[in-house]
């Protein structure tokens, strides 16, 4: 990920296969396929890598059984597939998720549910037990060969208010079924990145940058980190923006030459939660359930809280999504209806996060029935310009087959043969990943003389990558201070040198929003952010002043888009400090 090494290639160089446009998990995983079959392609991304839409999914690794109603029965195949996929190639980040569903009604939504399988215009409404039944059957036939997590069970009354008690009353019964949940979806990301970049020099990859077409028909690719500006030559664009698709393709097209619209995304919004009583009462469980409105909402624990959400709202503009207020108060008041004894205060509210999903241009009157499928479509260049792929919907789960989709029409459009398959291939942490974990910590513990409670944090961080991190925490590097703990129990200095000197790591959030997850879990402070900065700093050699405009960057940023001002990082300084007198005291 040598920046300047990139643009040294293509200056001596400037044609390139395929240009991938957009760093989001979907041109992550086609720059992979693309990559791994001996392309020489590279990735162009404006913002840092899963910055957008991939940093803001529901966190879940799911088939959709909602859209099974929609008749989707396709892509719910196929989501099944690589979700099953996902749970074997990526073991560090992707684990079992047990659901369940409290049911309200017997028969209710049948109608409704027929009606909309039949492409009908009627509103949602609430599903019954024999509704969820019967898709939750349709789910077990399709995951019958592999197997891979329980069949689903149903709850009555009793039983479900027993084992959950704070569970609003009316309930009639509960179903639980197994999909599973992503831990950290943007270290996914990054782990695709550098699986493509192994490929060899084929591969080339650049996040804060962009690709303009010029007057002259030409394309010139700029590097907003250094300013730098030069001409490339592509055979074949792969346009994999996602929301920013049609804004992506005015800057490829000439204006009267630009495609008709191809995008027509929604916002969902979520909110992480800090309630240690809501986190132990789920007990493990993702609660999947209705909004009085019949909007499907879920509620899960995630990192030591507690994952809440969503909305689904039509927007104009992706890059200025951000969880309004009247969203959070739609949330807050679909968890208790289901959840009524349970009250949240606002400052446990600690993060929140929105997102566009990437959806195909509809006129449905109703968000939850534009499909969720994906596909790709060509725009042909003009004057001998290269063809524009353009990769339309998708959803998280299946980044992998669709990538695959796309890489193939590439190829055959390269007259080029695919060589590996990424079905089976595992990546990153997830790489000769051990059947014994205890085994595995022990042993490099004793090779690295790290604790094994270290190692073990390292491991649920990255995977069997914690043995490359663990290695250079011990390195005896002279030109590295020596490692120590900063304000925030488990993370380093030289852990974070380590993934700004290896992950392409630009800006302040690039480390503290998607390297680490600090941010979203509300742990993050603004001694630990100031702290962070300092070495961001000294790796970079920004001046004092250069430091000050990120530090005024970043925290602006955590507070419009995710709702943490520093007012808030600054009391969480006082809580760190007088838990830390309070176990002083009690040691």
Not at 163 to 171: E, S
Not at 262 to 276: A, E, V, W
Request: neutral net charge.
């Amino acid at each position: 990920m040598n920046r300047e090494e990139t643009w040294n290639g293509f200056r001596k160089s400037p044609k390139v296969d395929v240009c991938v446009l957009g760093g989001g998990i979907n041109g992550l995983s086609v720059f992979r396929e693309l990559a791994l079959q001996g392309v020489n392609v590279l990735l162009v991304e404006k913002g840092d890598y899963c910055s957008g839409a991939s940093a803001a999914l529901s966190r879940m690794v799911h088939g959709g059984l909602r859209y099974l109603e929609n008749g989707e029965f396709d892509l719910v195949r196929e989501s099944l597939v690589e979700r099953d996929r996902l749970l074997c190639n990526a073991p560090h980040y992707v684990a079992p998720l047990p659901t369940t569903v409290p049911i309200f009604d017997i028969f209710s939504g049948l109608g409704n549910g027929i009606v909309r399988f039949l492409g009908l215009t009627r509103r949602p409404s609430r599903r019954g037990a024999i509704a969820i039944k019967t898709g939750l059957a349709i789910y077990d036939f399709l995951t019958r060969k592999r197997a891979l997590m329980p069949k689903h069970q149903f709850r009555g009354r009793r039983g479900t208010l027993a084992k959950w008690p704070a569970l609003n009353p009316a309930i009639r019964s509960a179903a639980t079924y197994y999909d599973a949940w992503v831990s950290h979806p943007e270290r996914i990301g990054i782990e695709l990145l550098r699986d493509g970049l192994s490929a060899g020099p084929n591969a080339q990859a650049l996040n804060y940058a962009t690709l303009e077409h010029t007057p002259a028909g030409h394309f010139l690719l700029h590097d907003a980190i250094s300013g730098q500006s030069l001409p490339i030559r592509p055979a074949l664009i792969v346009n994999a923006t996602g929301g920013w698709i049609d804004i992506a393709n005015g800057s490829l097209f000439p204006e009267d030459a630009r495609p008709a619209p191809l995008m027509g995304g929604t916002k969902g919004s979520h909110l992480i939660i800090d309630h240690p009583g809501l986190r132990d009462l789920l007990d493990g469980h993702m609660i999947y359930y209705e909004n009085e409105d019949g909007r499907i909402c879920i509620l899960f624990p995630y990192l030591g809280k507690v994952l809440v959400g969503s909305t689904d709202i039509r927007v104009d503009d992706p890059g200025t999504v951000r969880c309004e207020a009247d969203e959070r108060d739609y949330i807050l008041q679909s968890l208790a209806f289901v959840l009524p004894g349970i009250v949240i205060r606002p400052e446990e509210v600690v993060f929140q996060f929105a997102g566009v999903r990437p959806l195909p241009a509809s006129n449905d009157s109703f968000t939850g029935r534009i499909p969720r499928d994906h596909f790709c479509t060509v725009v042909e260049g003009r004057d001998l310009g290269p063809p524009v792929l353009c990769m339309i919907g998708g959803k998280w789960t299946t980044f992998r087959s669709f990538g695959e989709l796309a890489a193939d029409m590439a190829l055959d459009r390269l007259g080029r043969q695919r060589r590996i398959d990424t079905a089976d291939r595992t990546f990153g942490g997830g790489r000769s990943f051990p059947k014994d974990r205890s085994d595995w910590l022990r042993q490099l513990s004793r090779a690295t003389g790290l604790k094994e409670d270290r190692i073990a944090t390292l491991f649920t961080r990255y995977g069997t990558d914690a043995a490359e991190i663990a290695r250079f925490l011990v390195a005896a590097d002279h030109a590295l201070a020596p490692d120590h703990a900063l304000p925030h129990a488990g993370y380093s200095a030289r852990e974070l040198i380590h993934l700004i000197r290896s992950e392409a790591v630009e800006h302040l959030d690039d480390l503290l929003l998607r390297r680490t997850t600090l941010a979203i879990t509300g742990e993050l402070s603004l001694d630990m952010a100031d702290a962070a900065l300092a070495i961001l700093a000294a790796e970079k050699g920004w001046p004092p002043q250069r430091a000050t405009e990120e530090r005024t960057r970043f925290l602006t940023l955590l507070n419009d888009r995710h709702g943490v001002s520093e007012q808030t990082l600054s009391a969480r300084n006082e809580q760190r400090s007088e838990q830390c007198e309070t176990s002083a005291r009690s040691g």
